[in-house]
């Protein structure tokens, strides 16, 4: 059914920037908001980003606010996570994510809210490495 795939991860200084992008594919008529997660090794996963389909609506983790922008193209079905100032802390995998069911605006109100959602799409990740 719905599949997603992220790019646009690789290895950067500090410092340096990054763009990753999702594209979904499938039944994405029901998809309500999109965003990203990251986990580093033998961390616990992280909300980054989430950003409402219908538009005027997104939200950030406190770590990455004011450096990462969420940003979507819905003709091309793409969610993007532009990553500038990038810290070694941002070192992880980034998973694209996106809600399963329809949902009505302001059902998510937080990236927390974004982060305890069960029901999501996965994809399967792409490395963000930052070096010192």
């Known amino acids: 059914q719905v599949q997603l795939v992220e790019s646009g991860g690789g290895s950067v200084q500090a410092g340096g920037s990054l763009r990753l992008s999702c594209v979904i594919s499938?039944?994405?008529?029901?998809?309500?908001?999109m965003g990203w997660f990251r986990q580093a090794p033998g961390q616990d996963r992280e909300g980054v980003a989430a950003?409402?389909?219908?538009?005027?609506?997104?939200y950030y983790a406190d770590s990455v606010k004011d450096r990462f922008t969420i940003s979507l193209d819905t003709a091309k079905n793409t969610v993007y996570l532009q990553m500038n100032s990038l810290k070694p802390e941002d070192t992880a995998r980034y998973y694209c994510?996106?809600?399963?069911?329809?949902?009505?605006?302001?059902?998510?109100?937080?990236?927390?809210?974004?982060?305890?959602?069960?029901?999501?799409?996965w994809g399967r990740g792409t490395q963000v490495t930052v070096s010192s």
């Open positions: 950003s409402y389909t219908g538009g005027g609506f997104t």
């Open positions: 994510a996106a809600t399963a069911r329809p949902l009505f605006p302001h059902t998510i109100t937080s990236i927390a809210d974004f982060s305890n959602y069960e029901d999501l799409y």
């Open positions: 499938g039944y994405t008529s029901r998809i309500a908001y």
